[in-house]
């Protein structure tokens, strides 16, 4: 069964960074793409993605800012936040498209104080 546990969230200032970790089990990880989430109040929205063989995307409010990066050997997925604003604030998930079955984890909260 596929889990992903996020980690690595928490209360910085304006303008600090975070690092944010999905690790994932269950199956390979290496032939899966990797989705970071943002919820807001009525849907999750993309923030950044990673395929299998490496190659981002991101949402263009974070373009520059967000890196997106992968760790195959520790199955992880991680997203290094820098420049953090306050609009930034929520709550970020993981998320694995397997087939036509989406996987989410409990997510992990992100506070940036201005």
């Known amino acids: 069964q596929v889990q992903l546990v996020e980690s690595g969230g928490g209360v910085v200032q304006t303008g600090g960074s975070l690092r944010l970790s999905c690790e994932f089990s269950?199956?390979?990880?290496?032939?899966?793409?990797m989705t970071w989430y943002r919820q807001y109040p009525t849907s999750r929205l993309m923030v950044a993605r990673i395929?299998?063989?490496?190659?981002?995307t991101y949402a263009d409010a974070v373009k520059v800012r967000f890196t997106i990066s992968r760790d195959n050997a520790n199955s992880t997925a991680s997203l290094r936040m820098d420049s953090l604003k306050p609009e930034d604030s929520g709550l970020y998930f993981c998320?694995?498209?397997?087939?036509?079955?989406?996987?989410w984890g409990q997510g992990t909260q992100v506070i940036v104080s201005s």
């Open positions: 269950g199956t390979r990880f290496t032939e899966h793409g």
């Open positions: 998320n694995v498209r397997l087939t036509n079955t989406y996987y």
């Open positions: 395929t299998s063989a490496g190659n981002p």
